[in-house]
């Protein structure tokens, strides 16, 4: 079993849809990092919490470290938030990533 | 621009070839870490450096792959003898120290033939 899950693997939904992808880790972090990757590899980082929720225009991260779950929202999706979405968890010290296998979402206008 | 520069973005070679790829971080990070993504999965860890020393690796990093950087600045990435398997885009990502966002480079693209 991968230390960060992400479910679901592939999202396919229409403009103007509420989006929800879910990450599940199982090993204690000091912080989950949600990023975006879009065709040709570049990696953007989204954010970075470890507590509560975070609001980015229409993109919303929240995390609950009891259940040791994250929820990542997109409202009013729109053709151009299509990518891929990875969670990613950061422990203390060395601080590197370990990744979630990602998600593909793909926005049909 | 002083975002995370990689160089080459795109690398074909035959099997048995050696490769080296380059990383230049931003320049006040002095953390920076190398992943390997390949097809339809997420990034993987390697290794990473803080300053110029490499702090730590991942036991996919195999004898036939070295890192380096030298003045704890841009940082270098060799595979030896490369192999199918090989193939993957590597990413370069920096860190600030006591920050805990990474700054990803665009990749490196490999192809072993």
């Known amino acids: 079993k991968n230390e960060v899950e992400q479910s679901p693997q592939n999202l396919t939904a229409q403009e103007g849809e509420f989006i929800t992808i879910n990450c599940s880790y199982s090993?204690?972090?000091?912080?989950l990092h949600w990023l975006q990757q879009h065709p040709g590899g570049g990696i953007v980082s989204l954010f970075m919490?470890?507590?509560g929720k975070k609001k980015h225009g229409r993109l919303i991260a929240t995390i609950n470290i009891q259940e040791k779950h994250s929820s990542l929202h997109i409202t009013a999706s729109h053709p151009r938030d299509s990518a891929v979405y990875i969670c990613a968890v950061s422990g203390s010290g060395a601080q590197k990533l370990v990744f979630g296998q990602g998600t593909r979402l793909t926005i049909n206008p | 621009d002083t975002g995370v520069s990689q160089d080459p973005r795109h690398k074909i070679t035959k099997r048995g070839q050696n490769v080296t790829f380059r990383c230049d971080p931003i320049?006040?990070?002095?953390?920076l870490y190398w992943y390997r993504q390949t097809l339809g999965q997420g990034p993987e860890f390697l290794t990473y450096?803080?300053?110029?020393?490499?702090?730590?690796k991942s036991r996919l990093l195999s004898d036939r792959f070295s890192a380096e950087r030298p003045k704890g600045s841009f940082s270098t990435l060799e595979i030896q003898r490369t192999e199918q398997g090989d193939s993957a885009m590597y990413l370069c990502a920096s860190q600030e120290s006591l920050l805990n966002e990474q700054f990803f480079g665009p990749g490196t693209r490999l192809t072993v033939l």
């Open positions: 450096f803080q300053n110029e020393a490499q702090l730590e």
């Open positions: 919490l470890s507590s």
């Open positions: 090993v204690g972090i000091s912080a």
């Open positions: 320049s006040e990070h002095n953390r």
